[in-house]
């Protein structure tokens, strides 16, 4: 069997590994479009942290990247490496984990790891199109990778299209809006009254997580600006 094959065989064991949400989104650094899939966007950000992590701890990076820890996972959107040898040093789906890849190739003959390997250059992002399954499913959709060269390795994180299409529908209030609107057209008439009912409580309890954050935000302001006025006086003054 090769590596391929046994790829679309397997895949489906990383449904367990897949988080539910994403991790890093709207952390105050990552943008808010976990899957946008422009330069500047979430896969170009978690890129830069790749080569940070990589930098600072190589082995410890590529154990979070293959366990999607510290932020380098969402849902779909994750961090692979390859080392010079064409090995897979770090990949959620297990499978690929210590094989040489250089050989993986989509349905239409793409051999897009090998090509990543000969075109990835340290402090520039390149970008790849090919076909991948996503996380526990064996259908290859098209997907969009950007890619660089980190020390020794070819790392990479790839958005799929189909979710780049629709990036508010990826978010996590992309989905509540659209179930929002199914479900709305779907109550019966005796119970949309409860409905309303339901969604004005959500409503409150979001305005008051919001404003809560907003007010903590604004005590460390001023607790930041007490801090370093009172770095700021001459010694021996009060």
């Keep these: ?3 391929r094959a046994a790829l679309l065989a397997a895949t489906l064991i990383c449904v ?4 539910t949400s994403a991790r890093a989104c709207g952390d105050g650094e990552a943008p808010t479009a976990c899957d946008d899939p422009s330069p500047n966007g979430f896969a170009s950000w978690m890129l830069g942290r ?3 992590a990589l930098q600072a ?3 410890k990076a590529l154990a979070a990247f293959t366990a999607g820890a510290n932020g380098f996972r969402t849902a779909d959107t994750y961090v692979f490496c390859v080392g010079p040898d064409g090995v897979m040093t770090a990949h ?3 499978i690929l984990q210590g094989h040489d890849v250089r050989d993986l190739h989509d349905r239409t003959g793409n051999r897009f790891i090998q090509t990543m390997l000969d075109t990835a250059k340290p402090g520039q992002v390149a970008v790849i199109h090919y076909l991948f399954p996503k996380p526990g499913s064996t259908i290859e959709e098209p997907k969009t990778t950007y890619y660089t060269k980190a020390g020794d390795q070819m790392c990479a994180v790839g958005v799929y299209d189909t979710d780049a299409a629709a990036p508010a529908a990826a978010t996590p209030d992309g989905r509540v809006a659209q179930l929002r609107q199914k479900l709305d ?3 019966p008439t005796q119970a949309r009254a409860d409905w309303l009912a339901f969604l004005e409580a959500l409503n409150a309890q979001g305005d ?3 404003a809560a954050i907003a007010q903590a935000r604004r005590d460390m302001r001023a607790a930041t600006a007490a801090l370093d006025s009172a ?4 010694a021996g003054q009060d």
Excluded at 16 to 19: I, N, T, Y
Aim: net charge positive; aromatic share 0%.
């Design 50 to 52: 790749v080569s940070q």
């Design 185 to 187: 057209g779907e109550i």
């Design 57 to 59: 701890d190589r082995h």
């Design 16 to 19: 367990a590994q897949a988080p």
């Design 92 to 94: 959620p789906n297990p």
């Design 1 to 3: 069997m090769t590596l």
């Design 208 to 210: 008051a997580k919001t």
């Design 231 to 234: 770095g700021a006086r001459p």
